[in-house]
């Protein structure tokens, strides 16, 4: 009885006084319980910013690994290793650790596997996500500056790509190299300089893979990490968006805790991706570097694509029609200029652009935290669907020679093709996505007027047949009803003005908001409906339910 005394009297350990006085002192105790109990909402597309989390975390870890192997160094030596068919050809030092870590280091094939298809699936998953964002809305107020940190994070991914990608100098690698080169040369004036400061010399020279080496493995993995935990703090602060349903409204998320239930599926989401990962590694071949051979300045390779990603820069090189003018001593190549330097730039800049535009158009407005359904956006649903579609003609054509050799159709019928798609098929699809949004308002309200069809069949009084209906649930009407509604701006254009301010302004915003299928509303379910869409402060929360 006395131990059992001391033992519930006795003094509090070392480790226990210190985290007392620390808790006394900052709140980390109350801070702590707050965020492990964040609430997460349940949908799976919320999942595609956890995939590129993880599949950085995948490329840290195998980075990790295949830097105790790499040798950064363009020494050029014979080669001696493992791999017969390349005995006896002069190979830098950095392909010859290449070919070292596929065949003599235990598991380093599939590490290098594993580290290429986390960096493909990595980029995909940024670019899916801002995808989500942007056709959802959820970079509206007051999410403006993390979309930003979004728009810089899949940069910095493309660029952290490409450097890797040319790490093992390789004859693939080395002509992505060349073709970036001559996109430098391109810009005037001082095209020639900044060639000369990114090579340290005339091409190829033996600076490039050492500096590449230190961007890929220290400076952008650096600022993405850093970036990664602002945009994360971003969204604990700014609290997640979540899908119009019952109960959630523009002032509360409901959701999981982050503790345990939203951290256990997010754990399994992440070994599932490990071993899908693990799969595509072991079963699909990637980068393989002894096929193309080390590089070399007077050798083009075959069939040579760079990744996905970076696909759509060489389609639009492919495509542009040759062009040069000589301006004061200078000549511009807009072949290279345009798709090499312009078009990328142009590229990041509507989308830096595309938050404060939509803002600008749609005038002072309260904080958004529900989701837009596509649908009830159709304009904006159909320029995104527009450039997806413009994407995908640059994608293809940076395969044509791939296309026109497997498919038997002469490469210029490919490229005249190509160059017609790529102002047509935005135009089409825009007009196609747009109608489909408004076909699909309609038969929302439809749904709302006549209600969703049940499996029974009615006879009527005149001797034919009728679908029996049934009215929409609860659920279902909210998901319809409650959705953002912009009107198109008319201030600044009263007829009493000598001045008509803003009319570009106006004249854009009628185009944006202007079309719209109106759904039939009562006055109960008005008033419902700005209840759930009332920002932070400007409703009581007595009215949600």
């Given at each position: 009885m006395a131990q059992s005394y001391e033992r519930l009297w006795s003094p509090p350990s070392r480790g226990e006084r210190v985290a007392s006085a620390l808790d006394k002192r900052l709140p980390l105790g109350m801070a702590g319980k707050q965020f492990l109990r964040k609430a997460f909402p349940?949908?799976?597309?919320?999942?595609?910013?956890?995939?590129?989390?993880?599949?950085?975390?995948?490329?840290?870890?195998?980075?990790?690994?295949?830097?105790?192997?790499?040798?950064?160094d363009m020494t050029e030596l014979p080669y001696t290793g493992s791999y017969a068919p390349l005995h006896g050809t002069t190979t830098s030092r950095a392909y010859a650790s290449v070919l070292h870590i596929s065949f003599d280091v235990r598991g380093g094939l599939l590490l290098r596997q594993v580290h290429h298809?986390?960096?493909?699936?990595?980029?995909?998953a940024i670019g899916v996500h801002l995808l989500r964002i942007f056709f959802t809305g959820a970079f509206r107020r007051p999410r403006e500056a993390n979309w930003t940190i979004g728009v810089t994070l899949f940069g910095l991914a493309l660029l952290e790509g490409f450097c890797g990608y040319?790490?093992?100098?390789?004859?693939?690698?080395?002509?992505?190299?060349?073709?970036?080169?001559?996109?430098?040369l391109s810009i005037p004036v001082v095209g020639t300089y900044v060639q000369f400061l990114v090579f340290g010399g005339q091409f190829p020279g033996h600076e490039i893979i050492p500096r590449l080496y230190v961007f890929h493995?220290?400076?952008?993995?650096?600022?993405?990490?850093?970036?990664?935990?602002?945009?994360?703090?971003?969204?604990?602060?700014?609290?997640?968006?979540?899908?119009?349903?019952?109960?959630?409204?523009?002032?509360?998320?409901?959701?999981?805790?982050?503790?345990?239930?939203?951290?256990?599926?997010?754990?399994g989401l992440l070994f599932t991706l490990m071993g899908v990962l693990a799969l595509m590694s072991a079963l699909m071949q990637i980068n393989p570097v002894w096929d193309f051979g080390p590089y070399r300045a007077d050798h083009v390779s075959l069939d040579a694509q760079p990744d996905w990603y970076v696909g759509f820069l060489e389609g639009a090189l492919r495509l542009m029609p040759a062009a040069e003018t000589d301006l004061a001593g200078h000549t511009v190549a807009w072949d290279v200029f345009l798709p090499g330097v312009v078009l990328p730039t142009a590229l990041f800049v509507v989308l830096y652009a595309y938050p404060f535009f939509e803002r600008w158009i749609t005038g002072p407005a309260p904080e958004r935290h529900?989701?837009?359904?596509?649908?009830?956006?159709?304009?904006?649903?159909?320029?995104?669907?527009?450039?997806?579609?413009?994407?995908?003609?640059?994608?293809?054509?940076?395969?044509?020679?791939?296309?026109?050799?497997?498919?038997?159709?002469?490469?210029?019928?490919?490229?005249?093709?190509?160059r017609t798609l790529l102002f047509v098929l935005p135009f089409v699809a825009y007009h196609l996505a747009k109608r489909a949004c408004l076909g699909l308002q309609a038969a929302d309200r439809r749904l709302l007027t006549q209600g969703r069809a049940t499996a029974e069949v009615r006879r009527v009084?005149?001797?034919?047949?009728?679908?029996?209906?049934?009215?929409?649930s609860a659920e279902q009407a909210y998901r319809i009803l409650v959705r953002d509604e912009p009107r198109p701006r008319a201030h600044g254009t009263e007829v009493w003005r000598w001045l008509r301010r803003h009319r570009v302004r106006n004249a854009l915003s009628r185009w944006y908001f202007g079309t719209r299928v109106e759904l039939p509303v009562t006055e109960w379910q008005r008033r419902r409906i700005e209840i759930a869409r009332a920002a932070p402060g400007q409703a009581e929360d007595g009215g949600e339910s």
């Open positions: 349940d949908h799976w597309s919320f999942l595609l910013g956890e995939i590129a989390l993880y599949s950085l975390l995948v490329l840290v870890a195998t980075g990790v690994f295949l830097s105790f192997f790499f040798h950064p298809w986390a960096a493909l699936v990595f980029v995909a040319s790490l093992p100098d390789d004859l693939l690698s080395g002509t992505g190299l060349r073709t970036a080169q001559g996109i430098m493995i220290l400076l952008l993995p650096g600022v993405l990490l850093a970036l990664v935990g602002v945009h994360l703090a971003f969204v604990v602060y700014h609290k997640h968006t979540q899908w119009a349903k019952p109960g959630r409204t523009n002032r509360n998320v409901v959701g999981k805790p982050l503790v345990p239930q939203y951290s256990a599926k997010s754990v529900l989701c837009d359904r596509p649908r009830n956006q159709p304009t904006r649903t159909a320029l995104g669907v527009a450039a997806v579609s413009v994407y995908a003609v640059l994608l293809m054509a940076g395969g044509q020679d791939v296309l026109s050799y497997v498919f038997h159709v002469p490469f210029e019928v490919l490229t005249y093709t190509f009084p005149g001797g034919g047949y009728d679908e029996g209906r049934a009215p929409v």
